[in-house]
């Protein structure tokens, strides 16, 4: 069979500003290495941090206001481009959106990578054989900061400013996007 080169990377529902910064820089840290991300922005990306994605030039993909059939269609297209997935700023399993979490249950490889220290092990975090990376920052983005810096990758200034847009708005979900259309209320 042939090797997939895409990978899934998502984020927990109610997207923040640390969730789209890493889930970006994720992306791109991928591109380096020659593996192309889709990410999954469910149900939505807030307005004010949709550029993000846009400006990179990094597929993505909203569930909100779409009707049943229309995701189904989108979560077939991931299943079949994608093998693996990371879930990114996610401090346990109930917090991906379940679309994902579906599709995530027949990818070989997942890996999740979290800043929010609990008393439960990754293990029991991610009960489904995801490898849980929790390390102890102030953000995802900061995880990912301390990954390029220590990891042989490449900066570039698309990378350094997802990470520092997420480390700076990293929005609770309550303030985001209250004024964006799309909010879901």
Request: proline residues 5%; negative net charge.
């Amino acid at each position: 069979a042939r090797s997939r080169k895409k990978v899934l990377i998502s984020m927990h529902r109610l997207i923040d500003g640390d969730a789209i910064g890493a889930e970006v820089a994720c992306g791109l840290l991928l591109r380096q290495r020659g593996i192309e991300p889709i990410l999954a922005g469910f149900p939505y990306i807030p307005s004010r941090l949709r550029f993000l994605p846009e400006q990179n030039d990094l597929e993505f993909h909203t569930t909100w206001g779409l009707d049943a059939t229309a995701i189904s269609c989108i979560c077939q297209g991931m299943a079949e481009a994608c093998n693996s997935v990371f879930f990114l700023d996610c401090a346990e399993s109930s917090q991906i959106p379940a679309e994902v979490w579906d599709l995530s249950q027949k990818m070989s490889v997942k890996v999740g990578i979290d800043h929010h220290l609990g008393k439960s092990s990754a293990a029991e975090r991610f009960p489904d054989g995801t490898l849980g990376w929790v390390v102890p920052a102030t953000s995802t983005c900061e995880i990912l900061f301390r990954l390029v810096r220590e990891g042989g990758f490449a900066w570039s200034p698309e990378i350094a400013r997802a990470l520092y847009i997420g480390m700076v708005s990293d929005l609770r979900k309550d303030d985001i996007g209250r004024g964006d259309p799309a909010f879901p209320e």
